[in-house]
Nanobody, 120 residues
Framework: VQLQASGGGLVQFGGSLKLSCAAS????????MGWYRQAPGNQRELVAS???????NYADSVKGRFTISRDNAKNTVYLQMNSLKPEDSAVYYC???????????????WGKGTLVTVSS
């Protein structure tokens, strides 16, 4: 299973970006998909997650500004980021948890990350 993230880049304070992450491979189903981020010197932290039935969870710091969604048929998760702040600058990583494939059950996978930089 591979996770391919895209959509990062440089944006000004108050701007918007949309991240996408597509999972590929012999996937039967994915329980939860999410986005994490890691800024220099900081630990990786959860930004938002979404289960296969649409239940979402957000970090307090992004509530009301970020929206996570997914397309189960495409095994793709999105993160719409609005009202971006410099403190949102980080490498954003896509995660897929509870992945069932034709040969594995319940595995966890990470994408390589995409850089988001918000200028002040």
């Amino acid at each position: 299973v591979q996770l391919q993230a895209s959509g990062g880049g440089l944006v000004q304070f108050g701007g918007s970006l949309k991240l996408s992450c597509a999972a590929s491979g012999s996937i039967v189903s994915i329980n939860a998909m999410g986005w994490y981020r890691q800024a220099p010197g900081n630990q990786r932290e959860l930004v938002a997650s979404i289960t296969s039935d649409g239940s979402t969870n957000y970090a307090d710091s992004v509530k009301g500004r970020f929206t996570i969604s997914r397309d189960n048929a495409k095994n793709t998760v999105y993160l719409q980021m609005n009202s971006l702040k410099p403190e949102d600058s980080a490498v954003y990583y896509c995660n897929a948890d509870g992945v069932i494939t034709t040969v594995h059950y319940g595995s966890n996978y990470w994408g390589k990350g995409t850089l988001v930089t918000v200028s002040s």
